[in-house]
């Protein structure tokens, strides 16, 4: 992983300075590694090889997902009175 991210080494302007950041940027790797790339012994995803699903996604697929899991935004419960 420390191969393929260069978040993990300092050396870098990608350097993660927020374990949020670090957290969320390990996550897309993990769905990127496991749903999208190809491997070469398998020639599948390990998705598809673990009979998860049966097509190759792609990140524009892991971003719908995403968006869809989202709250809606609303319109606020309250509003604050403008000062004149």
Not at 9 to 26: D, G, I, P, W, Y
Not at 57 to 78: H, Q, S, Y
Request: proline share 5%; no cysteine.
């Amino acid at each position: 992983m420390r191969m393929h991210m260069r978040r993990f080494t300092r050396l870098t302007n990608a350097f993660s300075k927020k374990v949020e950041n670090h957290m969320h940027m390990v996550a897309l790797y993990t769905v990127f590694y496991n749903w999208t790339r190809i491997h070469k012994t398998t020639r599948v995803t390990p998705a598809m090889e673990a009979s998860l699903t049966d097509r190759l996604w792609t990140m524009k697929d892991v971003a719908e997902m995403i968006d869809a899991t989202l709250p809606k935004p609303g319109r606020p419960a309250t509003y604050k009175k403008r000062v004149a």
